[in-house]
C-alpha cells in the first residue's frame, strides 16, 4: 500500500487530478485510475518490487502519465460542452421556429398587458441565450487545441448568460420582479449623456409604462431571491459569475490567475450546464410553453417541493450524454 500511495503522490505533484492506484492480481503492474463524469479513465504502469526506486525516480514518465490523463480529461469536458451547446441550440431553434411572436410597439395610452411583458421577455432571454451560446458553439469548433486562445471570449460571453441566468431566478422567485427588471432598463439616468431631452422623456414614458407601480428591489433582495430559487445551485453561480465577471473590464485578473487548460474547461461546462437549468427553469415558468418537448431537449425535468417552493432540477447525467445513451433530439 505504501506504493501505491507514492504513486498517487507523484502523480499529484503532476497534477491536481483525483488519482487511484491498485496492484493487479499478481503484483507485476500498477492500475492507474481517474473517474471523470463517472467515466473511468485508466493505464498500466510496469511494476518489480526490486525496480521501484527507479521506477518512482522516472520524473518524465510521471509527467507523461499525467498529461494523458489531463487530454483526455479535457476531450470528454469539451465533448459535454459541444453536448450542451447543441441542446440549448436545439431549444432555441424550436422556440423561434413555433413559438416566435411579433409583438406591435407598445401603446402608452394603455396600462401595460401582464401577459405581454411575460411572453416579450421569455422571448428576449431564449434570444439572448441562443445568440450567445451559438457564438460560444463557433468559437468551440475551432477545436479543443485553439480553446485556450478563444477562452477570454468565450467568458465574455458566459458572464453575459449568468447574468440573466441570476434575473431568470428572481422572476421565478417573484413574478413582480419582472416589472422591476424591465423598467430598470429604460431609466434615464442609466442612459447615454448625449440623448436629448424628447427622447430621455420618452423613456421616462416607457419606464412609467412598464412599472407604474414602481416596484424595486435592491441588490441584496436580489442576491436572496436567487439563493431562495435555488440553493443548491448559488454557491456555483457565485463563484463562476464572480469569476467571469472580471473578463469584460480592463482587468489583469484573468491573465493573472489562469488556471489549466482543463480547468478553464471546467468552468466553462459548468456555466453552460447552469445555462441549460436555467432555460428549462425559463420554460416552466411559462404556461404557453410546452414544457414536455423543451424538457427532452434540453434533457431535465422537474420538481417542486409543497412546502418551501423550491425548484429542484433533475438533469440527465453526463455519463448518458458521453456515451450518447441519451440522444440528443
Keep these: 500500500m505504501d506504493h501505491l500511495k507514492e504513486v498517487v503522490r507523484k502523480l499529484k505533484s503532476q497534477s491536481d487530478l483525483l488519482y487511484e492506484a491498485v496492484f493487479n492480481d499478481e503484483k507485476s503492474a500498477i492500475k492507474i485510475l481517474v473517474n471523470s463524469y463517472e467515466t473511468e479513465l485508466s493505464t498500466t504502469i510496469p511494476y518489480s518490487f526490486d525496480g521501484f526506486e527507479r521506477l518512482i525516480s522516472d520524473s518524465n514518465m510521471w509527467a507523461t502519465v499525467a498529461k494523458n490523463f489531463e487530454d ?90 449568468l447574468l440573466d441566468v441570476s434575473l431568470i431566478a428572481c422572476w421565478n422567485n417573484k413574478p413582480e420582479f419582472l416589472y422591476h427588471m424591465a423598467s430598470e432598463s429604460l431609466l434615464p439616468r ?98 404557453i410553453l410546452p414544457k414536455e418537448e423543451f424538457s427532452d431537449i434540453l434533457g431535465m425535468r422537474e420538481e417542486v417541493n409543497d412546502e418551501t417552493g423550491h425548484y429542484k432540477l433533475i438533469t440527465v447525467p453526463a455519463l448518458d450524454l458521453l456515451s450518447g445513451t441519451y440522444k440528443v433530439i
Excluded: W
Aim: hydrophobic share 40%; charged share 30%.
Design 72 to 161: 483526455k480529461v479535457c476531450e470528454l469536458t469539451y465533448k459535454l460542452i459541444r453536448i450542451e451547446l447543441i441542446m440549448i441550440l436545439k431549444a432555441s431553434k424550436l422556440y423561434r421556429e413555433k413559438y416566435y411572436i411579433n409583438f406591435a410597439p407598445p401603446d402608452l395610452s394603455k396600462k401595460c398587458d401582464d401577459y405581454d411583458l411575460e411572453r416579450q421577455c421569455v422571448q428576449l432571454f431564449i434570444t439572448r441565450f441562443g445568440f450567445n451560446c451559438l457564438a460560444v458553439k463557433e468559437l468551440m469548433n475551432e477545436g479543443l487545441a485553439k480553446f485556450e486562445a478563444f477562452e477570454l471570449s468565450i467568458g465574455i460571453l458566459l458572464r453575459s448568460c
Design 190 to 287: 442609466n442612459l447615454p449623456g448625449h440623448i436629448n431631452q424628447k427622447d430621455l422623456n420618452g423613456f421616462e414614458r416607457l419606464h412609467n409604462f412598464y412599472n407604474p407601480e414602481k416596484v424595486r428591489f435592491e441588490p441584496k433582495e436580489v442576491k436572496k431571491m436567487l439563493a431562495a430559487l435555488a440553493p443548491q445551485l448559488k454557491k456555483e453561480f457565485d463563484e463562476l459569475y464572480l469569476y467571469y465577471s472580471k473578463y469584460d473590464h480592463f482587468s489583469l485578473i484573468p491573465i493573472l490567475s489562469r488556471h489549466s487548460v482543463r480547468n478553464q474547461l471546467r468552468l466553462t461546462q459548468r456555466s453552460i450546464d447552469l445555462v441549460r437549468q436555467f432555460f428549462f427553469m425559463l420554460i416552466s415558468r411559462n404556461s
